[in-house]
């Protein structure tokens, strides 16, 4: 009893103390949660959290092991990394540790803080591999009977649907087989590759979320399979598979200028499937895509991942996915040769539904007949619900336009010669309510036009669902201005909408992977989402389109349109650029490291053309306001910053030789730009406009003292345009970075925030919720490529910038800009490390701001045009002032949560 008092005093004491210790509070592996199926050698990452400020790790240790069980026993029998001491928490890559396939491994770390005080064990995370090896595979590639009689289908003649292709392909086939299971089930794999898209279906239910499996490939150079757990749709006793087929891009059969219609891979729908059942006795079983397998057409009569789908539900088989179905008159299937391409494991998040909307207005315009508004455009496709006689047809023709109060696809629908464009078509079957949504297209739409609907359509009988690439929400922005808000807002959709599977320039007209449309907005995109799996994918897709030259296409993947086709380093520069992002902003070297030899394959293909220094090849500026810029000089900016990032790609591989090699041609590169096209006394660049002369800057060619002369320039040209802009796409990403770098934020904002033409502003003016293709209007509503506006909220209003030299936000730069006329801004981000945040709003005399470090990480927050005296900081611990420094107050702050306030 008498020590009561000073135990209880320990406990408040104690309570009233932040925790010291270091808390692990995510772990992942290879960038994704307990991933399953991978076929890459893990690199383990983890998050910490700290209550206390200037929180570090300084040492960690990792074990795996074969089970649970052993972890929670302390026996790490595969791995044991002891103590290692370093600061480093993510992609770590343990020496001497292989994986075998199929196998799951679990993991644990523990961390040491700044004074050597180690952390509780983490909660164990998983890994299983998928098929390292090409003899892992038993299953077969399997086929459909080269014809099917589509018109004579259980016996029963259809009629032709309206408006059909001149040369209707074969429907979507169903493919099954049955088998019995006599064992307890311990857990079951699925391992499936179906080109061009599946759905995989076990004993009436369909496996996983997933939309438009797997993702858009070269097929005769890779194709990609995905691993679902199917432990709980297997049953002890009898059991069914099935699997229905799309054409996608494997079997594309509308004509086009790109000529996916004649690729070298096109071949009728194929799949490779593999199911591994383990049993509780410790034996196995394969189940195998085989000649054994049934095959039937289905009710999808059409589909063409540009032009729709087309359904008829007298058509469906009830029953097919499930034991016991009668399929004696279905034909044997094909074991066919299948795609050329490697099998490799999807290892990026899949596509998936990520929004829906009800419709905003229905207008009839006749009896059946209707026009539908939903409010957003996006890239997806519409549900609908319908009763009415069999036979009936329904028609669903979708736009982003409207004119004369139809849909207009005048602005989409130009490149494709097949016809029709953007239309599903269902039959019903003539029992009762009926549902149905497409499975293996996806259209850009805001609106839709109906025709041939039973009785009057009512919103609940359509759903609009918006779909896109599933990567997580990585970050986000808004402020006090709602134009900027909306802005932001498009951005993040044109993205969205623009990365269904891999990067493309529009979800409706093209659905390419323009290579300049992807590296414009790879910034914005890593803000906003976390898609560095999804760019690693793309990536290694360029890497398997590049010739022996070096040469790069247009659009990724292609069937061989676009080499040298006038495309050039602004363009093509995403196979260097992106890893790059991806570098800088994950910390991930990784992508750089597998690339680099092709990297350099395509810097030596630009020494090839250029003539002297100058690469005059390239698309330049496209869709510029009035003034062309040269393409020679932008092409040449893209081929300097190439062989300048060369060069730091090698010194970081530990290249020497080759770092020297490109820092000189770097050297040279710059010599010939500044010769051909820089005339310092007058600080002018090329023809001065507001694209060359913030290429200059942007891109690095001049030194500060210089670049002050033509930063003054380019605020001269602003001003001589009526401070409107005056660029395209290149120049939309230039001049707002370089004239922020100057120290012309307010300008940069002033070309921004505004309603009139041209501009982000005006596009909302008049309706818009994406981004659009041009400044007038007159093309696709549904472009990312001027995307990168989005980026320079977070990097400038917000101030949050990376830091080359510490990749990852390991230390990152705080600089934000405070508009005349904005209250309040916020912006946060998930980097590697944890949360990172900063907020800021006005006061009565000054500026508030909130900010958030992740642990072990550091950050340098620098305030333009302050004094150190009217900055009141929440407590010195963890924030050093470095001094004013050029103008500004310069602070270098440790990991954790501050608060300050900024007078006036």
């Keep these: 009893m008498k020590l009561f008092p000073v135990l209880f005093g320990l406990l408040v004491f104690s309570a009233i103390l932040p925790s010291l210790a270091l808390e692990i509070t995510t772990l992942t592996c290879n960038g994704a949660v307990n991933p399953l199926g991978m076929d890459e050698a893990p690199a383990f990452s983890w998050i910490l959290s700290a209550d206390e400020r200037g929180a570090a790790q300084t040492a960690y240790q990792l074990q795996i092991a074969t089970s649970l069980a052993l972890l929670q026993r302390d026996e790490a029998d595969l791995y044991d990394s002891d103590k290692k001491l370093t600061s480093q928490s993510i992609a770590i890559k343990p020496e001497n540790f292989t994986v075998t396939s199929r196998v799951r491994y679990f993991w644990r770390i523990r961390v ?33 009977p080269v014809l099917f009689d589509w018109q004579a289908i259980d016996g029963r003649r259809k009629k032709i649907p309206k408006d059909a292709p001149p040369e209707l392909p074969e429907p979507a086939p169903l493919l099954r087989k049955e088998f019995t299971l006599t064992k307890k089930i311990s857990s079951a794999r699925a391992r499936i590759c179906g080109l061009g898209y599946h759905e995989l279906y076990l004993n009436g239910h369909k496996v996983g979320d997933h939309l438009l499996d797997p993702a858009f490939t070269r097929y005769d150079k890779r194709a990609l399979y995905v691993t679902h757990d199917i432990t709980s749709f297997l049953q002890q006793g ?101 795609p050329e391409g490697r099998l490799c494991a999807q290892d990026m998040p899949p596509v998936k539904i990520h929004s829906s909307f009800a419709p905003r207005n229905i207008e009839r315009i006749a009896q059946g007949h209707f026009l539908i508004d939903f409010g957003q455009n996006m890239a997806g496709f519409v549900e609908l619900t319908a009763s009415g006689a069999a036979g009936q047809e329904i028609t669903m023709i979708y736009a982003e336009k409207v004119r004369d109060g139809r849909v ?3 602005n989409i629908d130009g490149l494709v010669a097949s016809a029709p464009f953007q239309t599903d078509k269902y039959i019903l079957k003539g029992e009762g309510v009926e549902r149905w949504r497409p499975r293996f297209t996806y259209h850009g739409f805001q609106y839709v036009e109906i025709q041939g609907y039973p009785g009057e359509l009512r919103p609940e009988n359509l759903t609009a669902f918006a779909i896109s690439t599933a990567f997580a929400q990585h970050g986000d922005f808004s402020c006090s201005n709602e134009l900027i808000n909306q802005i932001q807002h498009n951005a993040r959709w044109s993205y969205r909408n623009n990365f269904v599977g891999y990067p493309t320039d529009c979800p409706q007209r093209e659905k390419n992977g323009w290579t300049g449309d992807a590296q414009l907005a790879a910034e914005a995109g890593l803000f906003n989402f976390a898609s560095h799996a999804a760019y690693k994918k793309w990536i290694r897709d360029i890497a398997d389109e590049q010739r022996l030259s070096g040469e790069v296409a247009a659009i990724i993947p292609t069937a061989g349109w676009g080499y040298y086709w006038g495309n050039g380093p602004a363009w093509d520069s995403a196979f260097i650029l992106i890893p790059y992002y991806l570098y800088l902003y994950t910390g991930d070297l990784s992508v750089i490291a597998a690339h680099y030899e092709q990297m350099k394959r395509y810097v030596d293909f630009l020494g090839e053309k250029s003539d002297g220094g100058i690469v005059s ?190 990749p990852g936000f390991k230390h990152f730069y705080l600089r934000p800009f405070f508009p005349d006329d904005m209250q309040w801004a916020a912006a946060q981000i998930e980097s590697p490390y944890g949360p990172l945040r900063s907020e800021w709003r006005r006061s009565a005399d000054g500026v508030q701001l909130v900010l958030h470090v992740p642990v072990n990480c550091q950050a340098t927050l620098e305030l333009a045009g302050r004094r150190h005296k009217d900055v009141r900081l929440d407590g010195p611990d963890g924030i050093d002032f470095q001094g004013d420094q050029d103008g500004k107050l310069v602070y270098r702050l440790s990991s954790g949560s501050y608060r300050l306030h900024v007078r006036d």
């Design 238 to 338: 009898e059991n069914a598979v099935g699997v229905m087929l799309g054409n996608g891009w494997y079997n594309m059969t509308s004509r086009d200028v790109w000529g996916f219609d004649h690729a070298s891979w096109r071949a009728q729908p194929t799949v490779i499937c593999q199911i591994e059942i383990n049993f509780a006795d410790g034996t196995e079983e394969f189940i195998i895509s085989d000649k054994s397998w049934r095959c039937a057409p289905g009710p999808i009569v059409f589909n063409s991942i540009r032009q729709g789908e087309w359904y008829d539900a007298r058509l469906e088989r009830v029953g097919w996915d499930l034991p016991r179905y009668d399929d004696a008159a279905w034909h044997a299937v094909r074991e066919v040769r299948g």
């Design 112 to 144: 040491w803080d700044q004074r050597d005080e180690v952390s509780a064990w983490s909660e164990p995370a998983w890994f299983e591999m998928g098929l390292l090896n090409d003899s892992d595979w038993r299953a077969h590639w399997i086929s459909a």
């Design 617 to 806: 090849w390239g698309l330049g500026d496209w869709c510029h306001e009035k003034t062309d810029t040269p393409a020679a000089i932008t092409s040449t900016g893209y081929y300097y910053v190439d062989a300048a990032l060369l060069s730091s790609f090698a010194q970081l591989l530990g290249r020497a030789d080759d770092a020297e090699r490109y820092a000189a041609l770097a050297s040279d590169i710059r010599a010939a730009f500044m010769g051909k096209y820089v005339d310092l006394e007058k600080g002018a660049v090329g023809n001065n406009s507001q694209t060359a002369l913030s290429c200059a800057l942007y891109q690095g060619f001049l030194q500060a003292g210089d670049a002050e002369k033509i930063a003054k320039n380019l605020l001269n040209a602003i001003r001589m345009n009526g401070d409107k802009l005056d660029f395209g796409i290149l120049g939309a990403k230039y001049a707002l970075n370089a004239l922020s770098q100057a120290g012309y934020a307010d300008v940069a904002y002033q070309l921004i925030n505004h309603r009139e033409y041209p501009g982000w502003g005006h596009w909302i003016s008049r309706g818009a919720t994406t981004l659009w293709e041009d400044w007038q209007g007159a093309s696709s509503l549904n472009h990312i490529m001027f995307g990168d506006v989005s980026a320079w909220f977070f990097k400038n209003i917000a101030g949050i910038q990376p830091d080359p030299t510490r």
């Design 408 to 410: 207009d696809q005048s």
